[in-house]
């Protein structure tokens, strides 16, 4: 399995923007569909977007707002969060699995990163 590492957030103003990247490490990273989930206080971790090859996938929520890309070169995935709002205060997650099919459920995830806290302010 591949270790994952998420480095970019930070404390940012509604209608700010930033650039979240997932970092993999151990593991053939161009085999994996790799997503990024958010949890917010006291709530459940819940899917923001995911990346096959090319093709991604969005929440409702953040479509038009974030993208997903990822480099295999590299072995990394980013998350552009653009025109962040408050309710997208909460600690993002990489999570990667083996199949190519895309799912938005956290169970379906083989690993996980250990999160980048992205605080959203009024």
């Known amino acids: 399995q591949v270790q994952l590492v998420e480095s970019g957030g930070g404390l940012v103003q509604a209608g700010g923007s930033l650039r979240l990247t997932c970092a993999a490490s151990?593991?053939?990273?161009?085999?994996?569909?790799l997503g990024w989930f958010r949890q917010a206080p006291g709530k459940e971790r819940e899917f923001v977007a995911s990346i096959a090859w090319t093709s991604t996938y969005f929440a409702d929520s953040v479509k038009g707002r974030f993208t997903i890309s990822r480099d295999n070169a590299k072995n990394t995935v980013d998350l552009q969060v653009n025109s962040l709002k408050p309710e997208g205060t909460g600690v993002y997650y990489c999570?990667?699995?083996?199949?190519?099919?895309?799912?938005?459920?956290?169970?379906?995830?083989?690993?996980w990163g250990r999160g980048t806290q992205v605080t959203v302010s009024s």
């Open positions: 999570a990667g699995k083996l199949e190519l099919e895309p799912t938005t459920e956290v169970k379906d995830y083989d690993c």
């Open positions: 151990g593991g053939t990273f161009s085999r994996y569909f």
